[in-house]
């Protein structure tokens, strides 16, 4: 007879949210396995290309987030965002430090010909939390003497 499977439970750190419009969601993590939090957009945003505007467009998220200490909290597009529309972040990736205590922003770019709707309640992005290790830089020589030598892209496509 087959054992019955013992489902791991996944350590959870509490991070305190504040809503501050309406239409605002609190990020929802929509599978068990999943590894990040959905985020859902509280109001309707308009994107123009960026033919148009050079700007990336500021979009509220409608959220101010405690970030634990030894945090940071990251978000990015969905994957099927970023696969079915002309978007991306204009800053790759959002980071929001332990100390920032202000409203959490994406910032759009439109790489299509059009103006790009996106609807209130779209899951645009996902968050998670990252452990941070703070970095001491000590100058020093560096030797450039290792297998992979001096170039970038060295190792191939």
Known sequence: ?????????????????????EGAVIPKYMTKG???????????????PV???SRATEVPLGFKVVVPKGYTMRLQLRSSVGNKLPLSLGNIEGIIDEDFRGEVK?????????LLVLEQGTRIA???LEKTQPIEFIEGNVEADTERGLESGSTGV
Not at 1 to 15: F, G, L
Not at 107 to 114: A, D, H, P, T, V
């Open 1 to 21: 007879m087959a054992r019955p499977s013992k489902e791991t439970s996944k350590e959870t750190t509490k991070v305190t949210i504040e809503l501050l419009r």
């Open 34 to 48: 999943a590894g990040c939090a959905d985020v859902y957009l509280p109001q309707t945003v308009t994107v123009p």
């Open 51 to 53: 033919g148009i505007e």
């Open 106 to 114: 994406l910032f759009l770019r439109n790489y299509g010909k059009q």
């Open 126 to 128: 996902q968050c998670w």
